[in-house]
């Protein structure tokens, strides 16, 4: 570094440059420069270099040449197909199984026309049922957060404990207005396919922690894989509007390529198990009229810094860190690439911003659902209540020949309910000439494995209702709780594990609350003036659902509190 040079302070600022009880320059003299040499280290204190401020949540894909970046972009797209390709038969059951839910309305001409289409309500019941009372259980109408004080029980900490759960169901409940119908959204697809996603996170463009539920094929993650923890990598599909990108954008989420003035978006690919839910609900989207931007945002591990360090003479290996990349998978073009462990975190352990609701746990990552339990058993269902349907309406319209003598006019097309076809035949006696066909009335043998295949199926997925109807027939109440007990034992596995999970869920927004909250937030609520501290999420409090794991419906908590009184 040069020395510096010391000149006059007061020189170039009008006047003579003389302050009192200074002389003046003399005319004709040039303005001497004396030249002073500093210590090196006194260089470095009074003229510090310019060094970028260090910030652990920096986009580092801002840091990176091009073909660093292409690399990335061609890993992340390769384990995304990868992921895609090795759950192709568990998506093609849905695919079958769509048609078992009987949310389509159609007419059939096979065999013949106006043929029963009726679907057995068997999945679609049981799924709606199990939202109802799963919603009432995970979120009541005063928010779904209570708190627990780890530790000894202070004032001090049974304070910041009522704040902690005032704040967090009023984040819930009104600063994220979204939670609740994503919740419910949630809760009717975990019954179907068995597994269900909700992803936690703060939007730098709303300013505040979003909720949102992940719908199951926009999630991919490796079959394999034990749990989110120990998955190596999993990816979640993003379609970003043109106007919404430019929002990311302008918010610094994610950043373009410096020979990209703007990416293009392009027309949609669904995937198949997309296009069989389209189809089932009757829509066709025209995703040609509307392109989208498609975001793959991978949670994997990456070696972009140097990790390896000396400890008494010996070197670590070199390990992959958890980062957040988001690629554009038509261009290739990697936005952002993130850190994805806290900066004071010594082990460097991966965060989570999704959460993994299962409904049972399979023989793999994902779980199972009704599809997988009835869907046998609804489809043998369909099959004999279209028969009985079909039967009844031939007996009570029944269809046959006039006397036509040679010909019958329509050839040797079937004979639907209640259609006769002329013949060509004069003189003949009509009770002669018209032959009704010899159907048969419902076959009560059909009718009664109809009702034991419903009844099989009803029971499987809960019959607490039935037990309750019915509770005036079986005497004492301890003996109805002790059934209900029973019966419930399927449904309080799965609310023990719903219970778990939005544990997890709420944790996730704790620890959002601990690093975007200002010191001090002042909020509103009724009868209260609520204030809450950055510091109060600071781990001494433990945050729950409100739903008791052991007492999952309100039947079974009514039935007990009859017994203890």
């Not at 992803?199 to 709303?206: A, E, F, Q, V, W």
């Not at 923890?229 to 390529?257: C, F, W």
């Amino acid at each position: 570094m040069a020395s510096p040079v010391e000149r006059n302070p007061f020189s170039g600022h009008g006047g003579n440059g003389a302050m009192p009880g200074n002389l003046p320059n003399i005319p004709g003299e040039e303005e001497v420069a004396i030249e002073i040499e500093l210590p090196e280290d006194m260089e470095q204190l009074l003229f510090p270099m310019n060094e970028e401020v260090y910030n652990h949540w920096d986009n580092l894909a801002l840091t990176l040449d091009k073909d660093e970046l292409l690399e990335i972009a061609n890993n992340v797209i390769e384990e995304f197909e990868a992921d895609k390709e090795s759950r192709s038969e568990w998506e093609s059951t849905f695919e079958r199984g769509f048609d078992l839910l009987g949310l389509k309305l159609e007419e059939a001409s096979e065999p013949f026309d106006g043929a029963c289409t009726a679907v057995h309500p068997m999945i679609i019941e049981s799924a709606v049922k199990f939202q109802a009372k799963a919603s009432q259980e995970l979120f009541p109408s005063k928010g779904p957060v209570k708190t627990q004080i780890l530790g000894a029980v202070t004032p001090e900490k049974e304070k910041q404990a009522n704040r902690v759960m005032n704040f967090m169901n009023y984040q819930l409940t009104q600063q994220i207005p979204e939670y609740f119908d994503e919740t419910e959204r949630m809760l009717f697809n975990l019954p179907v396919f068995g597994s269900a996603f909700k992803k936690t996170y703060y939007d730098l463009t709303l300013e505040r922690p979003v909720v949102e539920f992940v719908p199951i094929d926009n999630f991919y993650v490796s079959y394999n894989a034990s749990d989110l923890k120990g998955a190596d990598h999993y990816t979640q599909v993003i379609y970003r509007s043109p106007n919404d990108l430019r929002k990311d954008i302008v918010s610094e989420m994610y950043a373009l390529p410096e020979e990209d003035e703007m990416l293009e978006p392009s027309q949609v690919t669904p995937s198949t198990l997309r296009q069989k839910m389209d189809n089932i609900l009757g829509i066709q989207p025209d995703y040609s009229q509307n392109p989208q931007h498609t975001l793959l945002e991978h949670h994997c591990s990456l070696n972009l810094e140097n990790q390896n360090e000396e400890e008494d003479g010996k070197n670590k290996f070199c390990v992959g860190l958890p980062y957040v990349v988001t690629v554009d998978l038509d261009s290739k073009s990697v936005l952002s690439i993130r850190r994805n462990w806290n900066e004071n975190d010594p082990l460097k352990e991966k965060l989570l911003w999704f959460t993994h609701y299962r409904f049972v746990p399979g023989f793999g990552f994902y779980g199972l659902g009704y599809i997988h339990f009835l869907g046998n058993l609804t489809a043998t269902s369909t099959a004999a209540m279209r028969n009985l349907i079909d039967a009844g309406q031939f007996a009570t319209l029944p269809g046959g020949f006039k006397a036509r003598g040679v010909r019958v006019t329509g050839g040797d097309e079937p004979i639907a309910p209640g259609e006769f076809r002329e013949v060509e035949a004069t003189g003949i006696d009509l009770n002669k000439a018209i032959i009704n066909l010899p159907y048969k009335e419902p076959s009560a043998t059909l009718l009664a494995m109809l009702q034991f295949v419903t009844a099989a199926g009803q029971k499987f997925a809960d019959e607490t209702d039935q037990i309750v109807s019915d509770a005036s027939n079986y005497g004492p109440v301890g003996t109805t709780v002790a059934l209900i007990e029973q019966s419930m034992k399927f449904f309080t596995g799965i609310h023990k594990r719903l219970h778990y999970s939005q544990r997890q869920e709420l944790r996730i927004l704790a620890r959002i609350n601990y690093d975007f909250l200002p010191n001090e937030y002042p909020y509103e609520l009724p009868f209260i003036d609520g204030r809450i501290f950055k510091q109060d999420f600071d781990g001494r409090i433990d945050v729950l659902p409100v739903s008791d794991p052991n007492v999952p419906s309100s039947a079974h908590r009514l039935a007990t509190s009859q017994m203890i009184l």
